[in-house]
């Protein structure tokens, strides 16, 4: 479907594009790209996400070229991404060997490793910066690393999850180590296995998934976490060494933020053994209740990882993740709903497509009113 139709055809649509390209030029200033990639990190990280394609300098790019529309940026990032030939297959990515840049935890004070706050905007005063008006050059001696920072060792640390799996309080997801199911080159089949849903809800719109996080927090989705653990920092990316077996050649360094949450549960084990024998219990006239008060708590997890520094949205996926793994008639626990409707491209495509001329099915929609509407009068004369 296009504007074929709109008074002027073909010019008008060249038209339209001079126009836009006329509003993206607009000004005495140029944007430069490096400027992009350089000072709107957060935006690039959130667009590389939603995109599903690590890289930064395209991202800029793409932001330049659609005058900053996030929606717009992601729409021509996977485009272009869907152009480019799979090569090589990395091996898996253990965030543990990541070198961090943040870490916090919001369950323990006093982690192994340490927590440390990293850039944040956290404890900011949320107030206008007016001298950023007159541009913020004259802080570049600020952005100079001390001596004893710039040649300070990587910092590593142990997941706080693998002590408490050590102690038995969190089970290993069944779904770990199962080959991962590719959702750019495959359907989203329903229902979903656990990577599916991963690698969907980390493209998902970040409005989107934070909304449903904040629905599912107020009450709409099955429980609360506490944030076990969130992490930022740089994870290189290995492959396979194509002549050498069994060695691995690094193919580059990635950002990301990573979050494990925890949700205190009813073990399901505990809850069917606290059930006991369901013949028992009829014969009881107890029928299908059981005493909760006797089923054994146990901790869930949720596991959010996204693309560069988005502290929300790797804590909102953790959430909707552990909501799908519940089991209950709740829309957030419904994964059609979850995974088919936070897709950025799809959504905003699909709305988007509501401009486009409807001209046929409308007509159509009116005649019917035009008949109802007469029909009623004449049904109306008729009873007078």
Partial sequence: ??????????????????????????????????????????????VMSEAGFYAPRYAALALKQSEGSPEEAVFLLRAYRSTLARAYKSLPLDCEDMTLHRRVSAAFKDIPGGQFLGATYDYTHRLLDFGLMD??????????????KANAAPIKAPRISRELRRESLIADNPDSNSEPYDVTMNPLPFPAERSARLQTLTRA??????????AGLRGFGPSHPTVGELRTGELEVLLPHPLIEGETICAGGIVVTEVE???????????????????????????????????????????????????????????????????????????????????????????????????????SKLDRVRRGGGEEREESGDAR
């Fill in 261 to 363: 949450s925890l949700f205190s549960e009813e073990s399901r084990e505990s809850t069917r053994e606290a059930a006991g024998d369901p013949l028992r219990r009829m014969e009881a006239g107890q029928g299908d209740r059981v005493d909760k008060s006797t089923a054994a708590l146990s901790l869930g997890m949720g596991y959010g990882i996204v693309f560069g520094r988005q502290d929300t949205k790797a804590i909102a996926m953790s959430i909707m993740d552990h909501s799908l793994q519940t089991d209950g008639d709740g829309i957030l626990q419904n994964q059609e709903f979850v995974l088919l409707h936070g897709d950025c491209l799809e959504m905003n495509g699909f709305i988007s497509h509501l401009k486009l001329p409807h001209y046929v099915t409308f007509q």
């Fill in 135 to 148: 541009g913020d050059m004259d802080s570049a001696k600020n952005r100079e690393e001390p001596a004893d």
């Fill in 1 to 46: 479907m296009a504007y074929v139709a709109v008074t002027g055809g073909r010019e008008a649509v060249e038209n339209a594009a001079a126009l836009l390209e006329r509003n993206r030029t607009a000004g005495d200033s140029a944007v430069d790209l490096d400027a992009i990639q350089a000072r709107f990190g957060l935006l690039i990280d959130r």
């Fill in 205 to 214: 719109d970040t409005g989107f998934l934070s909304g449903l996080a904040y």
